[in-house]
């Protein structure tokens, strides 16, 4: 009994300790599930935090170092040479070259002020998230750089992407803030294109330079108040033509006349022969940047490999030497630095503190362009061909003076990326100065950008500007177009006006210039004929044409328009510039213009006469304006704006015009909206662009056909004075060597 009892006590105890054992599992089950449930919740959070991370805009910095990181790390340059494209990096031949060369002595100070300046904006203490995620650089990074450079097309298409693009997006930003108006010097908008205006293509002779290549720079404008200006040229340079090492090599202080272009020896010596090829290549690549930024007016230029960019300047007061800074971000850019990552030396960061130092220097007028040209040598050897001479073996070697040199960092310890990080390292009492003085390149140059920003880089100041009132700008005569500088432009003259002075009438008392036209009250006829106006014009531009000469912002397929005022007697008009290669087709408008002079001022404008002008006008990249046509403003145009007419069918008027032209012996070629206008004074459309004009061969037969709504510019004294000149039309203005 004892022993059946002592049993069951052992089964029960048995039992109880499963029972405990299966409560333990169950427990350590749970346990298990609930780690597993509280891990899986942390790996979702941490899948979260990381898209979050990937998908988040990013702020200043994270957007600067992402950038490199996934742009200018990943970039590679082709080194078989069977894989990439031929030929010359650039022809100097016929260009203007600079006298000297000199390193930029203070650019890492003078670039470090802008760059921080913005850092600051940027990246306050709210950490402004701004810019692009960080999931899509990455993929945009590996389309980009998935392939090799092997071409200047592979290097537009990288650096438009990698570079331009990224700068592009920190200026809109900062172009959008109050706090950063002072920064970008109260400029409303910039603009990145890769630039060749159509008048650069125009037809040459076979003495010619050849035409340039159509992607070879990018232009940067800027916009302000309605007004459009070049800001900064950017050459591209094929890395695998020429190379960083020969750009190390060859960017030196030399005299370039006396030192490249004019050396008539090559080295035996194979050391000294790469050093030779180095200096005259780099050299090639600058001039031709050299002369963009001379015939533009520009203080800042550059051209990039892609791998390297070289950074120009030229002093107001010294257009004879350009100054240099060379930049290697994949190399500037040390990784691991005990300082932190280097921000403003990534390729992003050199040009936007770039561009912000840009927007600071204004372009310069056309009689600094003219009088730097003068003072300058031409480079007139066929580069081509030398460059062809160099075996390729010695053209991918490295002088001996290419060894690579890591730019100082920090510049100045007191940046702002710097001082966050270590706020407690550096006692009040320890800061110190800026790594380096500024050089005499800033010394030289009282109007130095660089003396209009902080020393030490802070926030910068608040300004509120009034903003200028906008005069909108269209095809010649959609509105009274304001002027390229800041004085009052006057009123264009009537068509009356000038078809007075054109066939010698009276006057015209409605003209808004009436007043200008002459010098005593009791004067009704016109103080000065068409030969006398034409050759002031021409005299005037030849020694001023940064007055009185405005560039409309107005752009055909041969030509652009000027509002041109002749400063004696007031008389304001249109003059349609062109190029070399057009200039034939200028003077054969003219010719055009003089077959149709009984339908002047009624369906076409007024044609005053053509001019040569004795210095070009340098207008835009490679655009050199050297002829012009002098005509009336003409209205408003039919492709960009429908004019309200009351009681008057615009197609029938478009017909009726068109009729007077091809009665006239003219065939227009190009009849289209673009190359039609409505004149309020005359209530009528007028046919304009006669450059494609054909004019038919035929027997005269009696007078000229005359459309009768020319009446109103004739007063009835004067009728038959004008029957008689319609079978003699006056003759064309004769342009005189001696200026009146």
């Keep these: 009994m004892e022993e059946s009892e002592l049993e069951r006590l052992k089964r029960a105890l048995a039992a109880a300790e499963q029972r405990a054992d299966a409560a333990e599992q169950r427990a350590d089950t749970a346990e298990q599930r609930a780690d597993t449930a509280e891990q899986r919740a942390d790996t979702a959070e941490q899948r979260a935090d990381t898209a979050e991370q990937l998908t988040t805009r990013t702020s200043f910095p994270q957007y600067i170092q992402l950038c490199h990181e996934h742009f200018t790390v990943p970039l590679r340059v082709e080194t078989d040479q069977s894989l990439t494209t031929g030929g010359s990096i650039t022809n100097p031949r016929e260009k203007k070259h600079p006298t000297y060369l000199r390193p930029w002595d203070d650019f890492p100070q003078t670039h470090l002020r802008y760059f921080d300046a913005a850092y600051s904006v940027l990246y306050d203490d709210n950490e402004r998230l701004l810019f692009s995620p960080r999931i899509a650089l990455e993929e945009e990074g590996k389309t980009v750089c998935d392939r090799a450079l092997t071409s200047e097309k592979d290097l537009e298409y990288y650096d438009r992407a990698a570079v331009e693009a990224k700068v592009k997006m920190v200026l809109q930003e900062l172009l959008s803030l109050e706090d950063a108006r002072d920064l970008v010097n109260g400029y409303t908008d910039i603009e990145f294109c890769n630039h060749l205006n159509s008048l650069r293509q125009a037809p040459q002779s076979e003495t010619k330079r050849p035409r340039p290549s159509a992607v070879d720079q990018a232009c940067i404008f800027r916009h302000s108040s309605g007004e459009r200006s070049l800001l900064v040229v950017r050459e591209y340079k094929a890395a695998h033509k020429l190379s960083t090492a020969y750009l190390r090599a060859g960017l030196r202080p030399m005299a370039v006349r006396a030192e490249v272009v004019q050396r008539a020896t090559i080295p035996n010596d194979p050391a000294d022969r790469l050093q030779y090829h180095a200096e005259r290549l780099v050299a090639a690549a600058v001039t031709q940047t050299f002369e963009y930024m001379i015939d533009n007016g520009l203080e800042y230029g550059s051209f990039t490999t892609g791998v390297a960019e070289v950074y120009l300047r030229v002093l107001k007061d010294d257009p004879k030497t350009v100054y240099y800074y060379l930049t290697e971000p994949q190399l500037d850019v040390a990784p691991a630095d005990p300082a932190g990552f280097r921000y403003p030396f990534t390729a992003v960061s050199r040009l936007l503190g770039f561009c912000l130092m840009a927007l600071h220097a204004p372009v310069r007028p056309q009689c600094w362009r003219r009088h730097a040209s003068e003072q300058l040598g031409v480079w007139k050897e066929d580069f081509d061909e030398i460059l062809r001479q160099i075996p390729d073996d010695e053209l991918h070697q490295s002088p001996h003076e290419s060894l690579y040199s890591s730019p100082h960092y920090p510049v100045n310890p007191r940046s702002p990326y710097l001082t966050r990080r270590r706020k407690l390292i550096l006692e009040p009492d320890d800061e110190p100065e800026l790594a380096s003085a500024r050089s005499d390149t800033s010394s030289e140059d ?295």
């Design 446 to 740: 009282p109007g130095d950008p660089a003396s209009t920003m902080p020393d030490t880089p802070t926030r910068a100041t608040t300004a509120k500007r009034k903003r200028e009132s906008t005069e909108t700008t269209s095809r010649v005569g959609a509105t009274q177009p304001a002027t390229s500088g800041q004085r009052q432009a006057r009123s264009y003259c009537t068509m009356k006006c000038l078809a007075g002075l054109r066939f010698q009438r009276t006057l015209d008392p409605g003209c808004p210039n009436y007043a200008h036209h002459r010098t005593s009250p009791d004067t009704t006829v016109h103080e000065i004929d068409l030969n006398v106006l034409v050759d002031r014009v021409r005299c005037q531009l030849n020694f001023d044409v940064d007055h009185n000469c405005d560039p409309l912002g107005i752009q055909g397929a041969t030509g652009v328009l000027f509002r041109v005022t002749q400063v004696s007697h007031g008389y304001t008009f249109v003059a349609k510039g062109t190029v070399d290669g057009y200039r034939q087709q200028l003077r054969h408008e003219g010719q055009v213009y003089h077959q149709l002079w009984p339908i002047q001022g009624a369906a076409t404008p007024v044609y005053l006469g053509n001019i040569d002008l004795k210095y070009p006008y340098f207008y835009d990249v490679g655009v050199k304006i050297v002829h012009m046509l002098l005509i009336s403003w003409g209205g408003y145009s039919l492709y960009e704006r429908s004019p309200a007419i009351d009681g008057v069918s615009l197609e029938n008027e478009k017909q009726r015009s068109m009729r007077a032209v091809s009665q006239l012996s003219v065939v227009h070629m190009d009849l289209r909206s673009p190359n039609m206008l409505w004149n309020d004074e005359v209530q009528r459309v007028l046919v304009i662009d006669f450059e494609r004009a054909h004019i038919r061969q035929q027997k005269r037969k009696g007078k000229h056909h005359s459309d009768s709504t020319i009446t109103h510019l004739r007063s009835p004294k004067r009728q038959r004075h004008q029957d008689l000149l319609a079978s003699h039309p006056p003759p064309l203005a004769q342009s005189n060597s001696a200026c009146i």
